[in-house]
């Protein structure tokens, strides 16, 4: 499969507990988003990369959640102190940034991590 | 917060309707994006516009940029039971160099048999 892969699908825990999630992007991709989706709603950008670098973090992101792309390649996104709030899907997505003004930088997403905190 | 508004919120057809949804903003883009999302998936891009008046289709889908640059338009034709899910409106945040993308509030289609 050479779309974007997210693992785990599903993770369930504790409130308080660490979570960790993986994104592998679609391989020629140099950029990389993450984006929070709850129910009933449209998916809210969180951060994204381009190779190895995060350009942009939204306000959603408290300093519990932190991202990282070491190697420019797959992402994990790591919430701490997990809260109830916490609870939604996941998803990550990738693009390649295209050449003109007019940037046709089409986003593939993954199936996403759906996080339940009890 | 959200700031595109879609409607209707759902819908509920017969398969073998057309279906329509429009979304719009209060500010202008240059792109407006169509996604669908099936339950437990994530989105799948449909359609890209890029100008003003741009018409174009994808099978039996087709979207429209708005003149105004303010809105945008998907129909449906000719609906079967795969084309259930939540439809999914998208802009590009300017300037160019984030392109984070910003989604609408969704329709959801239920088609029935």
């Known amino acids: 499969d050479t779309g974007v892969s997210q693992n785990p699908r599903h993770k369930i825990t504790k409130r308080g507990q660490n979570v960790t999630f993986r994104c592998d992007p679609i391989s020629e991709h140099n950029r990389l988003y993450w984006y929070r989706q709850t129910l009933g709603q449209g998916p809210e950008f969180l951060t994204y990369f381009q190779n190895e670098a995060q350009l942009e973090k939204s306000r959603l992101l408290s300093d519990r959640f932190s991202a990282e792309r070491p190697k420019g390649s797959f992402s994990t996104l790591e919430i701490q102190r997990t809260e109830q709030g916490d609870s939604a899907m996941y998803l990550c997505?990738?693009?390649?940034?295209?050449?003109?003004?007019?940037?046709?930088?089409?986003?593939?997403f993954g199936a996403g991590t759906r996080l339940s905190v009890l | 917060g959200q700031q595109l508004n879609q409607s209707p919120q759902s819908m509920f057809i017969q398969e073998g309707e057309d279906v329509s949804m429009n979304c719009t903003s209060s500010s202008i883009f240059n792109t407006w994006l169509w996604y669908k999302q099936d339950p437990g998936e994530g989105p799948v891009l449909l359609i890209a516009?890029?100008?003003?008046?741009e018409l174009t289709s994808n099978g039996r889908l087709t979207a429209q940029f708005g003149i105004t640059r303010k809105d945008s338009f998907l129909n449906i034709s000719a609906s079967i039971p795969s084309d259930v899910g939540i439809y999914f409106c998208?802009?590009?945040?300017?300037?160019?160099?984030?392109?984070?993308?910003?989604f609408g509030t969704g329709t959801r289609l239920q088609v029935f048999p």
């Open positions: 997505a990738s693009s390649v940034p295209g050449q003109s003004a007019l940037a046709k930088n089409i986003q593939y």
């Open positions: 998208a802009r590009l945040l300017l300037p160019y160099n984030t392109d984070k993308l910003i």
């Open positions: 516009l890029y100008k003003a008046g």
